[in-house]
C-alpha cells in the first residue's frame, strides 16, 4: 500500500455494502437474534450482488478480487449494525483454503457456491482440550480401505446449524513416524456420525455457536483438502485472512456503537445544552474514533501485505490488526453505553446486547493474550513461557 | 433493442444537511454528501429492466460537475453501458431551461434514441419540469409520472399515477417517460458490476461540443434566480399525549385546538 485512500472500487464496494446493510440495519439484526430467527435474507441478498464472494476467484463465480474487498464488504455490514459473523469463516477462511490448495474437483465442487453466497461452510478448529493450544488437537482421521473416518470433539464452532459442511481440523496418523500431523476435512452437516448441538451463549447474535461429536464419521478420499503433506501451510493461509476479517468485524461493530452514541449525545439534553458537550461524555467518543481509525489503518495494511503474497509480513499485520480492533471495539461500546445512561442498556436501544459482542472480539477467533504471546516472541524476540 | 437514454443527476444526499452558498444562492456543494439521485436510481433500474427483456443499450446522461463522476459510475455499476457527461465551469448556477436544453443537445448527439428516461423530479431542486421541457425541445411524445412502464415494439405504455389518479397512457417511440417513487426498487450494484465501470465508456463533453453557447448558458444568463433563502425553522418538539383510556378524546381535543377539524 502506498497510498492512504482506497480505490474508486473500493469505495463504491464500501459504499454500496453500506447502503444494503442501512436497509436493514441494527434493530433488524437485533430482533432477529432475540427471537431465535436467522439473517438468511441478508446473506443471500449480499451473495447475489456477489458482495459475499468477491474473493473467490472469477473462473469459479466470484469477484476475482482480494481478502482487502472481503473485509471491506464484512467491515461495512457490521458498521450498519448487521455484521455477517460466517464472512469471517466461510469465504475467508474455508474459500481461501480451498482456493489455494484444493484439488480441481474440490474447487469444481465448492467455490462456485462461495462466490455466490448459496454455501455456508463452518470452521472447526477448537477442541475442548484444545483452544489456544492448537498443537493439543485430538480429532484424528484414520484410512479405512480409500475412505476416511474421523473421530473427535470440537466446541464453540460457530454457524452449523446453517452450514452445508465444516471444514474440520483434525490430525492423521504418519504412515512411517506414527507421528500426528495436521489434515483439513471438508465435512458434510448431515454425514452419518456427524452430531452438533447448540451451546448457550450469552451473546444477542443470530449465529449460533456449536459441540460437534464426529464419531466414526466415515468421508470418501476428496474430503481431504488437497495433499496431506500441506495442511500446515493450508492452516496458515487461512489463519491471515481470518484475522483480517475479524478485525474488520470489530471495527465495523465499533463503528456502529460510536455512530449511535454520537447520535445521542448530540439529541439528548439534560442540563442545558445536549450530554455530547460535556468532555466526560465527547472525550471518550474521539478516543473511540481515533482508535478505530488506527485499527482500520492496521487492518488494510494487513489485507494489502496479504493481497500482494506478504504472507509472512501479513501476519504480524494482520495479529496487529485483530488485537488493536478487538480493543477499539470494546472500547467504541463501552462509551457508547455509557453515553446512552440508562438507555444504555436497554433492548430498544440495543447497546448493551454490543458489550458481549463486543468482548468476543477479544477472546475469537484467537485471544488477545495470544497475540500478545506471538508479538512478544516473534516481534520482539522475547523467550517464550509455555 | 431500444436505445435508453438515462437522465441522471448528482444531488446532496438527503441525510445530510443541504445548504445553499452564502453568495450566489447556489448549491454549496462542498457541504454535504453528494449522491446519485435516489429517483435516477429508480429511472436507471428501469431502463436495465426495460434491457433485460429487450436487449438494447443504456447511457446514462450526466449534466453536473466534476464530482457527478461519482454518480455516473454509480450508474454504471448498476449495468448501464456507457456515459455522457456534460462537463464545462460555464453551466454553474444554469437553471432548469437551460439545463434542459443542453440535455436536449446531448440527447440529439446519441444515435437512434428510442426511450429517454427521467426522474419525475429532483430531490433537490424539486421542479419537475425536466423532463416535459427536454420532451418539448426534442418534440418526442411526454409520459410523466409513469409507476409502470412497458415497450412493445416501437410503442410505450405507462401507467401515470398522479394525486388525481391512474392514467393509462401510450406513445410511440421515441419517447420522454419520466418515473415516480413507486416504479421499481432499484437494485444495488453487484460487485462485478462495481469492478466492471471503471472500464465502461464515459464520454466527456463541454457546451461547445454540443453546439450550445456560453451565452445562454450560467447563471449569468439563468431565466429564474434565487433572490433569498433561509434555512427551514427547526421543528418545534411535540406534544406528547399519555393514553389513560382517553387518548382518542385528547387527540381530538389537540385537533380542535390547531382548528383542523
Ligand atoms: C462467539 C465465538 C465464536 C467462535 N467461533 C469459532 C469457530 O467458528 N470455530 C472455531 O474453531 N472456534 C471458534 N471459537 C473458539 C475460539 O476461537 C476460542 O474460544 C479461542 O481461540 C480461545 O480458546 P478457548 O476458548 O479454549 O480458551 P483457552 O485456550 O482455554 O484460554 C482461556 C484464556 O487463557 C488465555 N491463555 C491460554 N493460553 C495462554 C498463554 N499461553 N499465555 C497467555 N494466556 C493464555 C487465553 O488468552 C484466554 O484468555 C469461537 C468462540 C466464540 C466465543
Ligand atoms: C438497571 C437500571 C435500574 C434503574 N433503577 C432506577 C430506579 O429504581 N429508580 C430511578 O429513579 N431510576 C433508576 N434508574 C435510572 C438511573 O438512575 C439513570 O439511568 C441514571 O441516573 C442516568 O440517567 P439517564 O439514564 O437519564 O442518563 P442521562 O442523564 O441521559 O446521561 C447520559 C450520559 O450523559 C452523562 N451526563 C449527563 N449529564 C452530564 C454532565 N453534566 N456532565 C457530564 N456527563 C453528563 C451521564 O453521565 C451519562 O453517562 C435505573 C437505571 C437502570 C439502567
Redesign the pocket.
Given at each position: 500500500m502506498n497510498t492512504f485512500t482506497e480505490s474508486e472500487e473500493r469505495q463504491a464496494l464500501r459504499a454500496a455494502v453500506a447502503d444494503l446493510g442501512r436497509r436493514y440495519g441494527g434493530e433488524w439484526f437485533q430482533r432477529k437474534a432475540r427471537g431465535g430467527e436467522k439473517t438468511t435474507e441478508l446473506w443471500t441478498e449480499a451473495g447475489k450482488l456477489g458482495y459475499l464472494g468477491v474473493n473467490v476467484p472469477e473462473e469459479y463465480g466470484g469477484g476475482g478480487g482480494t481478502i482487502g474487498d472481503l473485509a471491506a464488504v464484512c467491515e461495512e455490514l457490521s458498521a450498519a449494525g448487521c455484521g455477517l459473523l460466517l464472512m469471517v469463516v466461510s469465504p475467508a477462511i474455508c474459500a481461501t483454503i480451498i482456493t489455494r490448495f484444493g484439488t480441481d474437483e474440490q474447487k469444481q465442487a465448492w467455490l462456485p457456491r462461495f462466490a455466490d453466497g448459496s454455501l455456508r461452510m463452518a470452521f472447526a478448529i477448537t477442541e475442548p482440550d484444545a483452544g489456544s493450544n492448537a498443537h493439543k488437537l485430538t480429532t484424528t482421521a484414520r484410512r479405512d480401505g480409500d475412505d476416511w473416518v474421523l473421530n473427535g470433539r470440537k466446541v464453540f464452532i460457530s454457524g452449523v446449524d446453517e452450514a452445508a459442511a465444516v471444514l474440520v481440523v483434525g490430525r492423521t496418523e504418519d504412515a512411517r513416524t506414527g507421528r500426528l500431523k495436521p489434515a483439513l476435512f471438508i465435512v458434510p452437516t448431515d454425514a452419518p456420525g456427524f452430531e452438533y448441538q447448540p451451546i448457550e451463549m450469552d451473546i444477542v447474535s443470530p449465529d449460533k455457536q456449536f459441540m460437534l461429536f464426529l464419531d466414526d464419521v466415515r468421508l470418501p478420499a476428496d474430503a481431504l483438502v488437497g495433499s496431506q503433506d500441506a495442511a500446515l501451510m493450508q492452516l496458515f493461509a487461512g489463519l491471515n485472512p481470518e484475522r483480517i476479517m475479524a478485525a474488520s468485524f470489530a471495527v465495523g461493530m465499533g463503528r456502529y456503537a460510536l455512530d449511535r452514541a454520537v447520535a445521542y449525545a448530540g439529541d439528548?439534553s439534560?442540563?442545558s445544552t445536549p450530554?455530547g458537550a460535556?468532555q466526560?461524555?465527547a472525550h471518550p467518543l474521539a478516543v473511540a474514533k481515533i482508535e478505530l481509525e488506527l485499527a482500520k489503518l492496521m487492518t488494510q495494511k494487513a489485507a494489502a501485505l496479504y493481497d500482494s503474497g506478504d504472507d509472512a509480513g501479513a501476519g504480524e499485520s494482520a495479529n496487529m490488526a485483530k488485537y488493536a480492533a478487538a480493543e477499539a471495539s470494546i472500547k467504541a461500546v463501552d462509551a457508547a453505553v455509557?453515553?446512552?445512561?440508562?438507555?444504555g442498556?436497554t433492548a430498544e436501544y440495543g447497546m448493551g446486547a454490543l458489550v458481549a459482542a463486543s468482548r468476543v472480539n477479544r477472546i475469537a477467533p484467537v485471544s488477545r493474550e495470544m497475540i500478545l504471546n506471538f508479538v512478544a516472541q516473534n516481534t520482539l524476540g522475547l523467550p517464550k513461557s509455555y | 433493442m431500444p436505445n435508453i437514454v438515462v437522465l441522471v443527476k448528482q444531488v446532496p444526499d438527503t441525510y445530510s444537511e443541504r445548504k445553499l452558498s452564502e453568495g450566489d444562492h447556489t448549491l454549496d456543494r462542498d457541504f454535504a454528501d453528494a449522491v446519485l439521485d435516489e429517483i435516477n436510481e429508480r429511472a436507471i433500474e428501469e431502463a436495465l429492466q426495460i434491457k433485460e427483456a429487450h436487449d438494447g443499450e443504456v447511457t446514462v446522461l450526466c449534466v453536473g460537475p466534476d464530482r457527478a463522476t461519482d454518480a455516473i459510475r454509480k450508474g454504471l455499476s448498476m449495468g448501464a453501458d456507457k456515459a455522457i457527461h456534460v462537463l464545462d465551469d460555464a453551466l454553474h448556477g444554469s437553471d432548469l431551461l437551460q439545463t434542459a436544453k443542453v440535455l436536449a443537445a446531448a440527447i440529439r448527439t446519441v444515435e437512434d434514441v428510442d426511450l429517454v428516461i427521467a426522474g419525475n423530479e429532483a430531490s433537490d431542486g424539486a421542479g419537475g419540469a425536466v423532463p416535459a421541457v427536454v420532451a418539448e425541445l426534442l418534440g418526442y411524445p411526454q409520459l410523466t409520472h409513469a409507476r409502470e412502464v412497458t415497450v412493445d415494439g416501437t410503442t410505450v405504455k405507462v401507467t401515470r399515477e398522479t394525486e388525481d389518479g391512474l392514467t393509462h397512457l401510450e406513445a410511440s417511440l421515441p419517447a420522454v417517460v419520466s418515473v415516480g417513487e413507486k416504479i421499481n426498487e432499484p437494485r444495488y450494484p453487484s460487485f462485478k458490476g462495481i469492478m466492471a465501470a471503471k472500464k465502461k465508456p464515459v464520454e466527456t463533453v463541454d457546451i461547445a461540443d454540443l453546439g450550445v453557447d456560453a451565452g445562454d448558458v450560467g447563471l449569468a444568463n439563468a431565466w429564474s434566480t434565487v433572490v433569498e433563502a433561509a434555512p427551514k425553522p427547526p421543528r418545534e418538539a411535540g406534544q406528547r399525549v399519555e393514553d389513560d383510556g382517553d387518548g382518542g378524546v385528547k387527540i381530538a381535543e389537540y385537533l380542535v385546538g390547531q382548528k383542523l377539524i
Open positions: 439528548r439534560v442540563w450530554i460535556h466526560g461524555i455509557q453515553a446512552h445512561g440508562g438507555n442498556l | -
